[in-house]
C-alpha cells in the first residue's frame, strides 16, 4: 500500500493548481481549470486548459500538466490536484476530470495508487483513485 499524501502536500498542490488556473485560456467557455501534478521524485509539473476558435484543438488542464512532464522526462506519477470553476475568484464547484483526461491518467498512473484531488478551496476537497473514476479500463495491459 503506498503512504498517505499528507496534508501540506494536498494543500501545496492545490494551492499551485490555484495558481495555473489563474493562466488558462477560456475565451470561449469561460470555464477555468488548473492541475498541479505530482511526480514520484517530488516534482511538481501545473498545467491550465488552453482554448481555440476550432474548439477541437482544446486541451484540459490535466493533459497539459501530464505532456508538460512527460515531455520533461517525468513519467512516474504520485497524485494530481485539479480545481475548475467558471471565471472568477471563487470556486463554486469540484470540477471532476473528463473521460480523455482519465485515459491519459491510465496510461501513465497505477489505479490504485494515483490519487486524484478534486478542490473547492485548500480545506474543501475530495481524494479519489484513478480506479474509482475509471473502473474496468483499456489500458497499456491490454496490448502487453
Ligand atoms: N476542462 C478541463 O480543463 N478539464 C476537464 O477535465 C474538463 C474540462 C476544460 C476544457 C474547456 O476549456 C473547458 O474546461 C470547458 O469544457
Given at each position: 500500500m503506498v503512504e498517505e499524501l499528507d496534508q501540506n502536500t494536498v494543500r501545496t498542490l492545490i494551492a499551485e493548481a490555484a495558481e495555473a488556473r489563474r493562466r488558462a485560456y477560456t475565451p470561449y467557455s469561460h470555464y477555468q481549470v488548473g492541475a498541479a501534478l505530482l511526480g514520484k521524485d517530488g516534482r511538481i509539473v501545473t498545467g491550465c486548459n488552453i482554448?481555440?476558435?476550432?474548439?477541437?484543438?482544446?486541451?484540459?488542464?490535466?493533459?497539459?500538466?501530464?505532456?508538460?512532464?512527460?515531455?520533461?522526462?517525468?513519467?512516474?506519477?504520485?497524485?494530481?490536484?485539479?480545481?475548475?470553476?467558471?471565471?472568477?475568484?471563487?470556486?463554486?464547484?469540484?470540477?471532476?476530470?473528463?473521460?480523455?483526461?482519465?485515459?491519459?491518467?491510465?496510461?501513465?498512473?497505477?489505479?490504485?495508487?494515483?490519487?486524484?484531488?478534486?478542490?473547492?478551496?485548500?480545506?474543501?476537497?475530495?481524494?479519489?483513485?484513478?480506479?474509482?473514476?475509471?473502473?474496468e479500463c483499456f489500458g497499456p495491459d491490454n496490448l502487453g
Open positions: 482554448e481555440n476558435a476550432a474548439y477541437t484543438p482544446t486541451i484540459c488542464a490535466e493533459r497539459t500538466a501530464f505532456f508538460k512532464a512527460v515531455s520533461e522526462g517525468i513519467r512516474e506519477f504520485r497524485a494530481i490536484a485539479v480545481v475548475g470553476s467558471p471565471a472568477g475568484e471563487t470556486l463554486t464547484q469540484y470540477a471532476y476530470p473528463c473521460g480523455v483526461c482519465r485515459q491519459v491518467m491510465a496510461e501513465f498512473c497505477s489505479l490504485d495508487d494515483f490519487e486524484i484531488i478534486v478542490a473547492r478551496s485548500e480545506e474543501d476537497y475530495r481524494v479519489m483513485t484513478l480506479r474509482a473514476l475509471l473502473p
